[in-house]
């Protein structure tokens, strides 16, 4: 079955710390995008791809790198920069309308 | 700049009581409006997609309607199992990588 993995499911980092997380998409979807979610707040999108080897920051980018070297992948990397980075984040591709999500990454700072 | 409110922020029913969930929208033009459901510790579940004015879509207990401002998520008789938050969506017509903008979310529990 055609779907988007994410890995791994919990995740804990020391402050300081470089982590990444892992999106993997097995639906042939050109654009992916990384959202963050945070308790009793919606979405919001912190970079985003259309194709392959080219990536737009969103509206909470700072703190945050990607890469885009295969259509299949798009990993998100949470750099000691990004000051509150506890929070459950989602991945999600799509062909034109609406997106198809993962089952999300929580990341707690320890 | 494209806004979606939704609200209540919480909701709780009564198994078979019915109710509505609201997700009002500010955007120059709507290419859709999307609802998913989101389980805790999960991601979202994609429901119902709605593109114009007056259009309806149902999916068992779950009925979406859209009008030029405002989207509703009618819950009719509902079960424990339909707890969960509900998110709206919209896109907008030339939005940069068919980016979606979500509202905050509409959290119902429903008790036996």
């Known amino acids: 079955d055609g779907g988007i993995t994410q890995s791994p499911k919990y995740l804990f980092r020391k402050e300081g710390q470089n982590v990444t997380l892992s999106c993997e998409q097995n639906?042939?979807?050109?654009?992916m995008y990384w959202y963050r979610q945070d308790p009793g707040q919606g979405l919001r999108l912190i970079y985003y791809?259309?194709?392959?080897?080219?990536?737009q920051k969103g509206d909470i980018a700072e703190g945050y790198s990607v890469s885009r070297e295969k259509k299949e992948s798009f990993p998100l990397t949470v750099t000691s920069a990004q000051k509150n980075p506890t929070a459950f984040y989602l991945c999600?591709?799509?062909?034109?309308?609406?997106?198809?999500f993962g089952s999300g990454t929580r990341l707690t700072v320890v | 700049e494209d806004q979606v409110t939704q609200s209540p922020e919480a909701l709780r029913l009564q198994e078979g009581e019915s109710s509505s969930l609201n997700c009002s929208y500010t955007?120059?033009?709507?290419?859709?409006l999307f609802w998913y459901r989101q389980d805790p510790g999960k991601g979202p579940e994609f429901l119902f997609t709605?593109?114009?004015a007056g259009e309806e879509k149902e999916k068992e207990r779950l009925k979406a309607t859209l009008t030029k401002k405002e989207s509703f998520l009618h819950i009719t008789a509902p079960k424990p199992e339909d707890s969960a938050t509900y998110l709206c969506?919209?896109?907008?017509?030339?939005?940069?990588?068919?980016?979606?903008?979500f509202g905050g979310g509409t959290r119902v529990l429903v008790k036996p």
């Open positions: 999600a591709s799509s062909r034109e309308f609406g997106y198809t």
């Open positions: 639906l042939n979807h050109d654009a």
């Open positions: 791809s259309q194709i392959v080897n080219d990536f």
């Open positions: 955007v120059s033009g709507l290419r859709g």
């Open positions: 709605l593109y114009s």
């Open positions: 969506a919209v896109q907008e017509i030339g939005a940069a990588g068919n980016k979606l903008t």
